[in-house]
């Protein structure tokens, strides 16, 4: 499929996705795919809410980044915050460091920074909108393109879920899209600081994201079910479009 048509659906998806649920929510994490999706809103001027998690443990170029993605796009991005006295306990009893030493602190970590902002900034959406890809990681294989979030109580949309990674850099390429320019330095995933780091060219793209554990337990929880999987529902496809 080429580039333009690989657009053209996309911007189906995400016309398709804001027209049948509104209000509709971005949560970026200002990576190469998530850059793709604000450059197709800002294109298609579509009335969507772009925000994004500041854990307090983002690398510097990645709030550089969103710094000149709002003065380019002309559009404000809402910052949310963990809870302080959540983090300041967690910290408290376990230390700034406690996720390199279990999955369960870790985990409990991620709940603290990112998955209760996120639930908060998703509250009275009735779309969420992500830049998941298939192609990312085995734990994202089964991505569709549409489905229910029964964790969030809303619908989720991937608009690029089928799309490759040379794909993604291709439309970075076409249009001037700004990145992170930790992706230059072997970064092809990135989160917070601590927990992300780079990897050999060619290597898994998630492989450089909580690198100390086993490729199956490398999600944030951000994308899993309220039985701690990975969502893997059958698609509900957009009028214009059958699953691949």
């Not at 190469?32 to 604000?38: S, W």
């Not at 230390?95 to 602190?105: E, H, P, T």
């Not at 229910?148 to 608009?159: E, F, I, R, T, V």
């Amino acid at each position: 499929m080429t580039l333009d048509a690989r657009v053209a659906e996309a911007s189906a998806r995400l016309r398709e996705g804001v027209a049948a649920y509104s209000p509709a929510a971005f949560a970026s994490s200002f990576g190469a795919e998530d850059m793709v999706i604000l450059d197709l809103i800002h294109r298609l001027q579509l009335v969507v809410e772009v925000f994004t998690l500041d854990t307090g443990r983002l690398p510097e170029e990645t709030h550089a980044l969103i710094e000149r993605a709002a003065r380019l796009y002309g559009r404000a991005i809402r910052i949310v915050f963990p809870e302080a006295g959540e983090v300041e306990a967690f910290v408290a009893a376990h230390g700034s460091n406690a996720f390199y030493r279990s999955i369960d602190l870790r985990k409990q970590c991620c709940a603290i920074r990112k998955l209760a902002p996120l639930r908060r900034a998703l509250q009275g959406k009735r779309l969420w909108i992500t830049g998941l890809r298939r192609s990312q990681s085995i734990t994202r294989a089964q991505v569709p393109t549409l489905e229910h979030d029964a964790a969030n109580g809303l619908m989720k949309l991937n608009p690029l879920a089928d799309w490759s990674e040379a794909e993604v850099w291709a439309y970075v390429r076409e249009f001037d899209v700004p990145t992170n320019a930790l992706h230059q330095r072997g970064y092809p995933s990135i989160g917070c600081a601590p927990c992300t780091r780079a990897v050999r060219p060619g290597a898994d793209p998630r492989s450089g994201r909580w690198w100390w554990e086993q490729p199956e337990s490398r999600e944030c929880g951000l994308h899993l079910d309220p039985q701690g999987r990975l969502v893997r529902a059958v698609a509900t496809e957009t009028s214009s479009e059958t699953e691949r």
